[in-house]
T-cell receptor, first 109, second 115 residues
Framework: KQEVTQIPAALSVPEGENLVLNCSFT??????LQWFRQDPGKGLTSLLL?????REQTSGRLNASLDKSSGRSTLYIAASQPGDSATYLC????????FGAGTTVTVRA | GAGVSQSPSNKVTEKGKDVELRCDPI?????LYWYRQRLGQGLEFLIY????????KSGLPSDRFSAERTGESVSTLTIQRTQQEDSAVYLC?????????????FGPGTRLTVL
């Protein structure tokens, strides 16, 4: 069974700092890895999807890397803003996604 | 365009009652998923529909849980004889392509509280 772990569970940074969020998974035979954002009382918003043949994806201030051999992904958020405050979830799988418990980020103004 | 919608947004029920949760997919999305998120835990996969194919029900936790979807339309998740451990946020997601490598678009969820 795929196990997904996210470290740290919570993170608080001042505005402008870069954020580094880590995700690890136990089974390297994955179809893809997705990063989501979850705001309180709302559903998940997809941020980035990395297919198994790719090593990274970028969108604006967000960059995610994937190292299947070591079972790790890292989400980088550059120049953080208070609006980036949310819980970030990592998920791996094909159609049956296995999710980590998330990293709750607070960006202080 | 409109995103995935779910109803009700909140549901409080008494132990032993049956509940129905509804998901309206993004128009044209062939794949539909149900997940459960218990307090402080990660999302758990429940069931997957892809067009008219037989659904993957491997994530349903017990036979009290069932789900239906006709074609590419609305889906309902039914929980019979609810228990307190069923309390969670139930999230629906849909996908546009084959489902395996496509992004999943999530609805806002239904928060179920079983007293």
């Amino acid at each position: 069974k795929q196990e997904v772990t996210q470290i740290p569970a919570a993170l608080s940074v001042p505005e402008g700092e870069n954020l580094v969020l880590n995700c690890s998974f136990t089974d390297s035979a994955i179809y893809n890895l997705q990063w989501f954002r979850q705001d309180p009382g709302k559903g998940l918003t997809s941020l980035l999807l990395i297919q198994s043949s790719q090593r990274e994806q970028t969108s604006g201030r967000l960059n995610a890397s994937l190292d299947k051999s070591s079972g790790r992904s890292t989400l980088y958020i550059a120049a953080s803003q208070p609006g980036d405050s949310a819980t970030y979830l990592c998920a791996v799988g094909d159609y049956k996604l296995s999710f980590g418990a998330g990293t709750t980020v607070t960006v202080r103004a | 365009g409109a995103g995935v919608s779910q109803s009700p947004s909140n549901k409080v029920t008494e132990k032993g009652k049956d509940v129905e949760l509804r998901c309206d997919p993004i128009s044209g999305h062939t794949a539909l998923y149900w997940y459960r998120q218990r307090l402080g835990q990660g999302l758990e996969f429940l069931i997957y529909f892809q067009g008219n194919s037989a659904p993957d029900k491997s994530g349903l936790p017990s036979d009290r849980f069932s789900a239906e979807r006709t074609g590419e339309s609305v889906s309902t998740l039914t929980i019979q004889r609810t228990q307190q451990e069923d309390s969670a946020v139930y999230l629906c997601a849909t996908g546009g392509l084959a489902g395996v490598t496509d992004t999943q678009y999530f609805g806002p969820g239904t928060r179920l509280t079983v007293l």
